[in-house]
């Protein structure tokens, strides 16, 4: 389903299950899009829940604006299509930059989340952020494709060891971050280094999960630590053997620890 944000923007989601079952809310990291979560959403609709999975601006099927973003407006977009399909209160699992936005939605639009599992994610940009992306952003906006900085990407999110058992995902994920828009890659890596919820977490007042990949070379694991610290009923789990995208790497594990948790 594609939704028109108040400026213009496109938003695309799509919906799984039957009506008025639990639903999940899935929302992926930069240069991803809901293909990300493939290894859950079978689980998850087995286990009888209702499953929606969206794409931030500028990525997948979602429009994208020129210029920088922030963390707010990216939690708004969320909030504007949570309100438009009038779901009720959701469960929120966010990934990296899902995990940022979706601390954002939280903090700014009470009311729309039973809970929140935020994986792989920072509470705030990190101290060196300029060193760590201005090259990037360079490279991007030089070439116009996100293309220059795909393969480091991808090396970042998973293991060698699980590109050469899965060459067929490896190479599906590749081409998707190769596909994400210059201008939503360079607007969300501006909000990733302008941001911060550290103040605001102690006000987090839904049940909070905080999962990261044990290897994680993008998180460091007690960036997961410190949120879980910060918010009043917060919990972490580290997911053994897997980088950034221990949903991907690690399905079994990471499904586990979600449908104990949505069981709470």
């Known amino acids: 389903m594609l939704i028109r944000t108040p400026d213009g923007v496109t938003l695309s989601a799509d919906l799984l299950g039957a009506p008025g079952a639990r639903t999940v809310c899935l929302v992926h990291s930069l240069g991803a899009d809901s293909g990300m979560w493939a290894e859950q959403v079978p689980v998850l609709l087995a286990a009888g829940h209702r499953v929606l999975r969206i794409d931030l601006r500028g990525h997948g099927g979602s429009g994208a604006t020129a210029g920088a973003y922030t963390m707010a407006m990216l939690g708004d977009d969320l909030a504007f299509m949570l309100r438009r399909l009038d779901l009720g209160p959701v469960d929120y699992v966010g990934l990296s930059l899902g995990g940022m936005s979706g601390q954002a ?3 700014d639009h009470p009311g729309l989340l039973r809970s929140i599992v ?6 705030e940009s990190l101290p060196n952020a300029d060193a760590i992306w201005g090259p990037r952003l360079a490279a991007v906006r030089a070439a116009g494709s996100v293309q220059p900085v795909a393969q480091g990407t991808i090396e970042r999110w998973l293991t060698p060891a699980f590109q050469a058992a899965n060459p067929a995902r490896w190479a599906e994920i590749l081409a998707t971050i190769e596909a994400t828009t210059a201008d939503g890659y360079c607007g969300c890596v501006e909000a990733i280094m302008r941001f911060s919820h ?12 905080v999962l990261c990949g044990e290897d994680d070379h993008a998180v460091p694991p007690a960036e997961g630590q410190r949120i879980a610290s910060l918010v009043p009923d917060g919990r972490f789990i580290s997911i053994p053997e897997a980088r950034h995208l221990p949903n991907v790497e690690k399905p079994g594990d990471f499904n586990r620890v979600l449908l104990e948790w949505l069981g709470r």
């Open 118 to 123: 935020i994986c792989d994610a920072l509470p």
């Open 105 to 107: 939605l939280a903090l």
């Open 198 to 209: 550290v103040a605001r977490l102690p006000s987090l007042a839904i049940p909070t999960l």
